[in-house]
């Protein structure tokens, strides 16, 4: 006999099912998930902070999550553009560039600083032994930035430098692209340029205290003689298109790691950051406007 009971519980059965054949369908056209990152640093220092993430992630959604150090930032780019990469670690310049190239892509979490701002900088590092003590002090000298693609390595500092009136390519004796942020600072310990510009949060995080805790260069031995307004901190993406619960059950984990696996998290950031929070497309408007703005200045240029 069909009462209301038996009719509740048959379709609370029929959700269950159906839930679990939406999971088995989806962990069926994705039996691996790539995870790819921009080359900030070196390779092997990436590999290192992020494999917990991997083996974390894996283990929560259930399917092979595998991590892919790009070349450079627009392999990442062009990676989540054809669907070969599912979820990746941006800058902000490199995620707007991405969605204004049609990548087809949508900004989940944010990174957070452990004084809970989402914001970090673009500074510009000389030696601390050097003569220079501002930037109209390097013209004729080699500036090292990082990536077309870097917001506080090439982006910023080109709007920056436009607002001084200094086109960078006649201003200094040379503009180099280093490729990551740590190639960067080793070029200006080793005298290839003279200056470059980098990520920094604040005293205690930056790309500089990193190398400093891994051995490669020394803090004390850089002084900072520029420093941006704040930018916006970088997202982590995934593709638009992948099945809701896939984006939901990558959502929770990455919102529940602090109590699942902290000591993943705390991998990535050396424990310097706060848990990542969410975060929309809509926070990267302005760094659109800021790409567009780059994109005219070499337009300008040649």
Same mark, same amino acid.
């Given at each position: 006999m069909l009462n209301r009971r038996t009719l509740i519980a048959a379709?609370?059965?029929l959700a269950v099912s159906a839930g679990a054949a939406a999971a088995q369908d989806w962990k069926a056209k994705y039996p691996e998930l790539v995870f790819a990152i921009i080359p900030a640093e070196n390779a092997s220092g990436v590999t290192e902070r992020f494999a917990p993430l991997m083996d974390y992630l894996s283990k929560q959604l259930g399917t092979k999550v595998t991590l892919r150090i790009a070349n450079d930032y627009a392999a990442v780019i062009e990676?989540?553009?054809? +669907?070969? /990469?599912? /979820?990746? $670690?941006y800058g902000p310049s490199s995620f707007a560039r991405a969605l204004m190239t049609g990548a087809k892509i949508e900004?989940?979490? /944010?990174?957070?600083?452990?004084? +809970?701002?989402? +914001?970090?900088h673009s500074v510009l590092y000389v030696k601390a032994d050097s003569p220079y003590k501002s930037i109209e002090d390097l013209k004729g000298k080699n500036l090292c930035l990082v990536d077309p693609n870097s917001t506080s390595g090439n982006n910023v500092p080109r709007f920056s430098l436009n607002k001084m009136g200094i086109t960078p390519d006649q201003f200094f004796g040379k503009v180099v692209y280093a490729g990551s942020h740590e190639n960067a600072v080793i070029a200006v310990q080793q005298g290839t340029c003279d200056a470059a510009f980098n990520w920094w949060n604040d005293e205690q995080e930056s790309n500089l205290r990193r190398m400093e805790r891994k051995g490669m260069a020394k803090y004390d031995d850089y002084r900072i003689i520029f420093k941006s307004d704040q930018i916006v901190n970088s997202p982590y993406a995934y593709l638009a298109d992948m099945p809701a619960e896939l984006k939901a059950k990558i959502r929770?984990?990455?919102? $529940?790691?602090?109590?699942?696996d902290k000591?993943?998290?705390? @991998? /990535?950031?050396?424990? @310097?950051?706060q848990p990542w929070q969410p975060v929309d497309n809509e926070s990267y408007v302005s760094i659109i406007e800021l790409n567009k703005f780059v994109d005219e200045l070499r337009k300008k240029k040649s």
């Open positions: 379709c609370a059965a990676g989540q553009r054809a +669907g070969n /990469i599912h /979820i990746a $670690s900004a989940f979490a /944010i990174e957070v600083n452990a004084d +809970g701002t989402k +914001g970090y929770d984990a990455f919102f $529940s790691i602090q109590q699942n000591a993943a998290f705390d @991998k /990535i950031y050396e424990g @310097k950051q």
